[in-house]
């Protein structure tokens, strides 16, 4: 299976206490975008007092369906030095989820992980979530935080075709 063109989106040390989108994948519109792997890690609940579990889904945003907002652009990393320049948008911490206009939310995981162990979502090739060209991808902290949490993270996503 090809792989296409795989990036890095990544996010620095962040405070939040509130849901937000960790990553939100706009596919560009001649491409699919394949999701391979997401990191979300963590450095202020070491504490037994502060632990707690943490909703994350996994969305699909099909059609007419508008960007979250309140955050910032990903920092990208190629795979590849030579690489062209990423055809996707990926924005980070979006604190307004993605709109529904007359597209439609297509929830494909949702799950909890332990905030001590973060969270590592790496599924087998045949499981990767892809949209495709121009729809859109979240991946969402689901579970308001019990206080504020610094969260850093990292995905691995390509592009496939062109």
Excluded at 139 to 152: H, N, Q
Aim: hydrophobic share 40%; charged share 20%.
């Amino acid at each position: 299976m090809d792989d296409g063109l795989v990036y890095t989106a990544n996010f620095p040390l962040t405070a939040l206490s509130a849901q937000v989108d960790f990553f939100e994948f706009l596919a560009a519109t001649d491409h699919v975008l394949c999701l391979h792997e997401v990191h979300i890690g963590q450095e202020t609940e070491a504490g037994d007092t502060e632990a707690e579990l943490l909703g994350y889904r996994i969305v699909a945003g099909l059609g007419a369906v508008t960007s979250g907002s309140g955050g910032s652009a990903a920092i990208i990393g190629k795979k590849h030095t030579g690489y062209p320049t990423l055809g996707a948008t990926v924005e980070r911490n979006n604190t307004t989820k993605m709109v529904v206009g007359s597209g439609t939310l297509a929830p494909w995981i949702e799950d909890t992980f332990h905030v001590a162990a973060g969270l590592h979502y790496v599924p087998t090739p045949e499981d990767r979530p892809k949209v495709s060209p121009g729809d859109r991808l979240t991946v969402e902290l689901a579970k308001t935080p019990a206080d504020e949490i610094s969260f850093r993270g990292y995905a691995v996503f390509s592009e496939i075709g062109g």
